[in-house]
Structure formats: C-alpha cells, structure tokens
C-alpha cells in the first residue's frame, strides 16, 4: 500500500521509497526513510496534500510524492 491509500488515524511503517536520484533524495531529506514510523494526521479534501506526523514533526507532502511511498500499516505501540 502507499502513502496516498493510507487511512487517517491510522500509524504505518516505511517499507521502501521508489523513485529515483532527486526525487527519492528529497523525500528522504525530509525525514522519510525506510523503517520510519508515521502517523496520517489528515488529508485534504480533495486529497492533495497529506499531513503526517513523523520523527516528532509533521509533514505535508504531496499526493503525487505520497505514492512514490511503500508503507505497511502498525499499531501505536510498536
């Protein structure tokens, strides 16, 4: 499942980031890296972007970067 299927409320580990050279570099910069816990805080109505909490901040990224993201759903206390 990626990012841009996640429900919110829901919490969800990062399996893997596809995408290549700059576009993967910039995800990764903002703190989104392969095992990272996330939390989908909302999205917008018409689904672009989507806020997350992640490494005790939180993140709008876009719908288009939120697909390029491999995510498997957790629960809170892992």
């Not at 969800?12 to 995408?19: T, W």
């Not at 491999?70 to 206390?77: A, G, K, L, S």
């Amino acid at each position: 499942m990626t990012l841009r299927e996640a429900k919110v409320g829901s919490y969800y580990v990062v399996k893997k980031i596809e995408g290549k050279g700059p576009l993967k570099r910039r995800i990764m910069d903002m703190g989104i890296t392969k095992g990272t816990k996330l939390y989908v805080r909302k999205v917008a109505p018409l689904g672009d972007p989507v806020q997350i909490n992640i490494r005790n901040y939180e993140l709008s990224i876009r719908r288009d970067d939120a697909n390029m993201i491999i995510v498997e759903e957790t629960v809170e206390n892992d």
